[in-house]
């Protein structure tokens, strides 16, 4: 856990966390999440996408996806964890904890695209509620960026 974070926290630590949840929060994986990023990549594989690699060391943000030579970076932002308009939500556990640990989530990202975007990168950022409502739509928007570069 993050040293700043930890001041939102009675002494400092999580209390009053049932052992349900806390087996559940340590359940989250951090990557390969079949309805995010693992379901994008296997339409990549599916419509035959060469040249992209997945979670490229050394570029800012840590982006789930790079096409290199488009200079195109795709994010796939957990809704939970990003701070999705749409469906995230801060849980009444905790509240301040996890608020400060939301905002920090999204300024990072903010900081993130902005500098990927100086480097001459095209950011495409994708909330994991509109792979699984649309993922057409979101492959779309992939394959006409990656035409138009």
Known sequence: MERALRIHLPKGKFTLVSPQRSRAMKAVKGF????????????????????????PCGVDGAPDFLFPKEKIIIFVDGCFWHGCPKCGHIPRTNKAFWKAKIEGTRSRDRKNTKALRNKGFKVIRFWEHELRGNLTRCLKKILSNIGSA
């Open 32 to 55: 390969d999440n079949k309805s995010t990023e693992l379901r994008l990549r296997m339409e990549f594989v599916r419509l035959g996408l060469i040249g992209w690699q997945i979670r």
